[in-house]
């Protein structure tokens, strides 16, 4: 069993910043067991969507379009934590954000796939408004 999560989201006011962090726990132990880990998000009415994602080993990163220069994701080998760091927040990033992990290391174009990931975290919201 691997249980993943994510930190309290919270209020942001437009322009303003928030760190989301995931920590994993359960069969996750041990430094870097986790392959790829990445993050999603949905909105109200829609459908949950790609965000960022990060490899195990060369670390190498993927983002999506909309997020991509404001976000960035990073790891933590020793821990299997993933932290995503939000910058520039606008009012469509307003979203339930869910840590995501996969024992496989994918290659790029499969990382922003949601069913290349076996474990969830319940969610957290993040709302940006003034």
């Known amino acids: 069993q691997v249980e993943l999560v994510e930190s309290a989201g919270g209020l942001v006011p437009p322009g303003g910043s928030l760190r989301l962090s995931c920590t994993t726990s359960?069969?996750?132990?041990?430094?870097?067991?986790?392959?790829?880990m990445a993050w999603f998000r949905q909105a109200p009415g829609k459908e949950r969507e790609f965000v960022a994602a990060i490899r195990r080993g060369d670390r190498h990163t993927k983002y999506s379009d909309s997020v991509k220069g404001r976000f960035t994701i990073s790891r933590d080998s020793v821990t299997n934590a993933v932290a995503l760091q939000m910058n520039s927040l606008k009012p469509e990033d307003t979203a339930i954000y869910y840590c995501?992990?996969?024992?496989?290391?994918?290659?790029?174009?499969?990382?922003?796939?949601?069913?290349?990931?076996?474990?969830w975290g319940q969610g957290t919201q993040v709302t940006v408004s003034s």
């Open positions: 995501a992990a996969t024992t496989r290391n994918w290659i790029v174009g499969y990382m922003g796939r949601k069913e290349g990931y076996d474990y």
């Open positions: 359960g069969r996750a132990s041990g430094t870097d067991t986790m392959g790829t």
